[in-house]
């Protein structure tokens, strides 16, 4: 299995562009190749190109997402019923229910299995166009954070991307906790003054 996925990368890769296309498009529900393995040796060989390709990376992983919430809509719940415990499922519903759309943006660029939160978002029927855009988001961030270190570090990028990819992920996690505890608690404070 290992073998046919090393071999399936190696041809998408040969496509360049159109390999990173298909790459991000399935990777949100099926394909286990994250799209950063090929978007980085892209921008790497075309530095000035790096915040297209960027782009373009984030919108088919985005419109990826859409057809893992299908798939999660449709197939996903028999699915991931067999691969977790009941328990394990409850769990996941009851994350889903709370933070939605959240948990799709965050494992769109942190260290989180991306694919689970997409196929979920089906499952549990998450609004389809707060998953396209928390989809967007997320991989956004992600994508265009390794291309904006690409196009001013070069090849020095990848280390950095190595060493600090996951703190970076981490500290945007928080900061994204925090603004929305902040959201919360402001319009909590406008609902209760509006009511006093």
């Known amino acids: 299995m ?27 529900s099926f ?3 994250f799209p950063d393995l090929l978007l980085v040796p892209l921008c790497l060989a075309n530095p000035e190109k790096s915040i297209t390709y960027a782009l373009i990376a984030s919108v088919s992983s985005a419109v ?4 893992a919430y299908y798939f999660g809509k449709f197939v996903g719940h028999a699915l991931l019923s067999k691969l977790f415990a009941n328990e394990n499922m ?31 978002s089906g ?3 998450v609004k389809l ?8 988001v997320g991989r956004g961030i992600r994508f265009l954070l390794e291309a904006i270190l690409i196009m001013y570090y070069g090849a020095m990028a990848i280390s950095i991307i190595r060493t ?3 703190n970076l992920s981490i500290a945007l996690t928080v900061l994204i906790g925090i603004g929305i ?3 919360n608690f402001r319009g909590k404070l406008i609902n209760d003054n509006t009511k006093g």
């Open 2 to 28: 290992h073998e046919y996925i090393v071999s399936l990368f190696f041809v998408l890769k040969s496509y360049g562009l159109g390999g990173l296309i298909i790459i991000a498009l399935t990777e949100p």
């Open 31 to 33: 394909l286990p190749v």
């Open 64 to 67: 990826g997402a859409l057809a």
């Open 90 to 120: 409850q769990k996941l519903e009851r994350i889903m229910k709370k933070y939605g759309a959240l948990t799709v943006l965050i494992s769109g660029f942190a260290p989180i299995t991306f694919k689970l939160f997409t196929i979920a």
């Open 123 to 125: 499952i549990f029927e």
């Open 129 to 136: 166009n707060r998953v396209f855009l928390a989809a967007l």
């Open 164 to 166: 600090h990819f996951i």
């Open 181 to 183: 505890v902040v959201y």
